[in-house]
């Protein structure tokens, strides 16, 4: 059964810094690992995603990385803006597409 | 190209009562699956669909249920709720067999149990 753990929960920094956010998983037999942003009491926006067979992805100041026989991922989030506050999830994708297993998110505060 | 789509936005419910969530995925995707979000948590893997047969479910009790019609729009039906079922449901449409296997989630429905 695969579990998903996001540490740490909550983060807060100052804006302009560049931080790290964490994800490991039990089972290295998951396709891909998609990074979601969500803003509170709204749904889930798709951040990156890495294949298994990737390393990395990076879109913008965003970069996610993937090291499946360690269990962990990363997403850093380079130069930091009060506009990326939000709870940041990652997600283990199984072989059919369907069925995503979650961490329970880290909650993101950059403050002015 | 229209995004996932649910209905309704919010839905008050009283104790016992059922409800009906609706979903419909981006044009092109044949896979449609739920998750229950309860406050402060990630979301859980309720049920998938694909070509209007369940293909997964999740650990949820019988009270939990859903289909898929011709068109590949989803239902999520829940019966005798309880005060635990207050959550935001999210519907995701997917294309299996086609990678990435991206998973493209819609708004939600928040449900309010009273």
């Known amino acids: 059964k695969q579990e998903v753990t996001q540490i740490p929960a909550a983060l807060s920094v100052p804006e302009g810094e560049n931080l790290v956010l964490n994800c490991s998983f039990t089972?290295?037999?998951?396709?891909?690992l998609q990074w979601f942003r969500q803003d509170p009491g709204k749904g889930l926006t798709s951040l990156l995603l890495?294949?298994?067979?990737?390393r990395e992805q990076t879109s913008g100041r965003l970069n996610a990385s993937l090291d499946k026989s360690s269990g962990r991922s990363t997403l850093y989030i380079a130069a930091s803006q009060p506009g990326d506050s939000a709870t940041y999830l990652c997600?283990?994708?199984?072989?059919?597409?369907?069925?995503?297993?979650f961490g329970d998110g880290t909650t993101l505060t950059v403050k002015p | 190209d229209a995004g996932v789509t649910q209905s309704p936005t919010h839905l008050i419910k009283t104790r016992g009562q059922h409800v009906t969530l609706r979903c419909s995925p981006i044009?092109?995707?044949?896979?449609v699956s739920w998750y229950q979000q309860v406050l402060g948590q990630g979301p859980q893997f309720i049920f998938q669909?694909?070509?209007?047969?369940?293909?997964g479910r999740g650990n949820f009790p019988d009270r939990f249920s859903a289909r898929q019609f011709p068109n590949y729009s989803s239902e999520l039906n829940v019966n005798a709720l309880l005060l635990g079922d207050s959550a935001l449901y999210l519907c995701?449409?997917?294309?299996?067999?086609?990678?990435?296997?991206?998973?493209?989630f819609g708004p939600g429905t928040r449900l309010t149990v009273t």
């Open positions: 995701a449409s997917s294309r299996p067999g086609h990678p990435p296997y991206e998973q493209y």
């Open positions: 089972d290295s037999a998951i396709y891909n």
């Open positions: 890495i294949q298994s067979s990737q």
């Open positions: 997600a283990g994708v199984n072989t059919n597409a369907g069925k995503s297993t």
């Open positions: 044009s092109g995707h044949k896979s």
């Open positions: 669909y694909y070509e209007k047969e369940e293909r």
